[in-house]
């Protein structure tokens, strides 16, 4: 079965410095791998995929299937990027079902 | 374009009752997904649905089922609730996988 890991709950970073999400997965066939996000009241939306290899908002993410990790990170951390952060896991092509990992909440400090 | 909604945000139930949850998705989106999120356990898949076939279940009960109608809007029911039903059920649609999938504001149950 696959399996998500998120080891940090929290996170705190100062504004400006760099920001890394550590998100592992466990699952033995070909991934696909997403990090969604969620601002304060607001809905769960998609930050990225791996799939597109596109930074949006500053994020990249790079999947590296020999340590079946796919880290979040940013160079420059923003006021505006504190928000709960999910990695989440899709398997075989017409699974259409998301494995979340528990979310690393990150607070960007001014 | 209208993105996903669920209706209704807010639900107060009592044990034993019933409940049906609806979800609307983004139009031309044939694929929707249901999830429960609590503190303890988490975002969880619940099912998935596509041309009104169910195609994926996650790990829950009997009590909890869905459909979906020709217009790919999605109904969940949760039978016979428990206080451990009380959360918030996200219903997320989607037209390929590769584009990701969009979230609705969910519906928060709560079970007195």
């Known amino acids: 079965a696959q399996r998500v890991t998120q080891p940090e709950k929290l996170l705190s970073v100062f504004k400006g410095a760099p920001v890394e999400l550590k998100c592992n997965y466990s699952y033995s066939g070909s991934p696909e791998l997403f990090w969604y996000v969620q601002y304060s009241r607001q809905r769960l939306q998609l930050l990225l995929r791996h799939i597109s290899r596109e930074s949006i908002k500053g994020f990249t993410a790079d999947l590296n299937k020999g340590e079946t990790s796919f880290h979040l990170k940013k160079p420059f951390a923003q006021e505006e990027d504190s928000a709960m952060y999910y990695c989440?896991?899709?398997?075989?092509?017409?699974?259409?079902?998301?494995?979340f990992g528990t979310g690393t909440r990150l607070t960007i400090i001014p | 374009k209208a993105g996903v909604t669920q209706t209704p945000r807010y639900l107060i139930k009592t044990r034993g009752q019933q409940v049906t949850l609806s979800c609307s998705p983004i139009s031309g989106h044939r694929s929707v997904s249901w999830y429960q999120q609590t503190p303890g356990q988490g975002l969880q898949f619940l099912f998935e649905?596509?041309?009104?076939?169910?195609?994926n279940k996650g790990n829950f009960p009997g009590r909890f089922s869905g459909r979906q109608f020709s217009n790919s809007r999605s109904e969940m029911n949760v039978s016979t609730l428990e206080l451990g039903d009380s959360a918030l059920y996200l219903c997320a649609s989607s037209y390929q996988r590769e584009g990701g999938y969009t979230f609705g504001s969910g519906t928060r149950l709560t079970v007195v």
């Open positions: 989440a896991l899709a398997t075989n092509f017409g699974n259409e079902k998301l494995t």
């Open positions: 649905y596509f041309s009104e076939t169910q195609r």
